[in-house]
């Protein structure tokens, strides 16, 4: 099927061949990115997009079967919240300690292959979870499941910044935060069917062999693109070093630490809080409740990224433009601490979706700003940044979270992470005055 330029009405698909390059970016560094795209990958620039934001979702998929199958864990090696919250903490070391090396990696050697040892690697290991007997194998398997899932995100994000224009940088994100969503929504509801028949541990051997599926695909589409690339012409990037030492760097993760802070509690804990606060069963609390928040949350990276793109269309600072929505979005997160209130298990589903629209909201557009800082070449090592300060974040957090559950219950854990995302506005505004 030919594309015609005319019809598609994308300004880039208009231009001569061999003219196609990517609008200068808006940052406040002022580093302007001149980026020739050839139009075949041009053409292509949303198949492979899809394939990653697939990526994405079987990442998501992999990580969110630990929480789902929570309960039966707990059962059959009889652990406390806090137990279960080191299972969540193990991943996030190794998670912290390799991705800042893997963005860079996929930055030095290209998202080919470090898209596909990433994931080859990460079916490997969910396959072996699928067969573990033991609370030490357990955790094993989901240390060796955070080395091998560094990479995925910062792929997928590179890939975002590598494909698209800047002005869609916001819905390049989106979708890949759709591929995340429908990987923590597909979580339950395929443990609530595998599970009852198959036990726990199919979940994971069920993740393992799709991941494997999708090495073929992304093999094919990279082939059809021929070996083409979106980045040939790049200006060169800017120094690792500069970026390591801009204070405005620190202020996004800093931010990024506090905001992920409610996307921690709700992809670990919402089956949890529907078991015990509810009285449901793993079963119930997958099929009927648990897996609608994560639809509000891909709907409200969508927003985000809307937002981000009128804001973008309107002219200015795009970079500033990002900050004002970030610092609307961030008192309505209050709706957080709300949710222990919920006295029925359909009104705690509204109030966790909410939260969740509103923080993806947020994420959506603080993520995106390191791409127009820092450019494109650096957008691997970026969000390998953000994804690791979340692991680290996690890491003391989660057994933190399992304690403060088992003694004083949700409610003040609720009421503790909700005022965080006002935290996070009055650094990123203290990291980008005066710049």
């Known amino acids: 099927m030919s594309i015609s330029k005319q019809n598609l009405g994308d300004p880039l698909l208009q231009m001569p061949a061999g003219a196609l390059r990517r609008e200068p970016s808006v940052g406040v ?40 199958v929570a309960p039966s864990l707990r059962g059959e090696f009889r652990l406390s919240n806090a137990d279960y919250g080191a299972i969540v903490a193990a991943f996030s070391i190794t998670y912290t300690l390799v991705a800042p090396v893997a963005g860079w990696l996929v930055d030095r050697v290209g998202l080919k292959l470090g898209t596909m040892a990433s ?26 499941l955070g ?29 890949q935060a759709v591929g995340a969503t429908v990987g923590m929504m597909a979580a339950p509801l395929i443990v609530a069917v595998a599970a009852p028949a198959f036990g726990w541990r199919s979940a994971f051997v069920i993740c393992g062999v799709a991941s494997l599926l999708w090495l ?113 979005v961030a008192p309505m997160m209050l709706v957080t601490a709300l949710v222990p209130l919920a006295g029925s298990p359909i009104l705690a589903a509204a109030a966790i979706s909410a939260s969740f629209f509103v923080c993806l909201t947020f994420l959506n557009n603080l993520h995106v700003i390191p791409m127009d800082v820092f450019g494109p070449q650096r957008a691997a090592f970026t969000a390998a940044a953000l994804a690791s300060s979340y692991a680290l974040m996690q890491t003391g957090l989660s057994p933190a979270m399992g304690r403060v559950v088992d003694t004083a219950g949700f409610g003040l854990l609720c009421g503790s992470i909700a005022v965080l995302p006002l935290v996070a506005i009055l650094l990123l505004r203290m990291a980008f005055k005066g710049a």
């Open 119 to 144: 994931v080859a690697c990460w079916s490997l290991v969910s396959l072996l979870t699928g067969g573990v007997g033991s609370y030490r194998a357990l955790l094993g398997c989901r240390m060796a």
């Open 147 to 175: 080395v091998a899932e560094a990479a995925g995100i910062p792929a997928s994000s590179k890939s975002t910044a590598v494909y698209l224009q800047p002005r869609e940088f916001g819905l390049g994100m989106a979708l």
């Open 216 to 328: 073929p695909l992304f093999w094919l589409v990279s082939r059809r693109l021929g070996g083409a690339s979106a980045t040939s012409g790049e200006a060169a990037p800017v120094a690792l070093r500069d970026v390591i030492v801009d204070r405005r760097f620190w202020g996004i993760i800093a931010a990024n630490v506090l905001v992920m802070a409610t996307h921690s509690l709700w992809m670990n804990w919402t089956t949890i809080y529907f078991v015990e606060r509810f009285h449901l069963t793993q079963t119930e609390a997958n099929q009927y409740f648990a897996w609608i928040p994560p639809i509000f949350a891909s709907l409200g990276g969508f927003f985000g990224g809307w937002l981000g793109l009128r804001q973008v269309d309107k002219g200015g600072d795009v970079v500033r433009a990002r900050l004002r929505i970030c610092t609307v």
């Open 29 to 68: 560094v002022g580093a302007v990115q001149a980026v020739t795209v050839a139009p075949r990958v041009f053409a292509w620039r949303w198949a492979i997009i899809s394939v990653f934001v697939l990526a994405s979702t079987l990442n998501y998929l992999d990580r969110q079967l630990l929480a789902a």
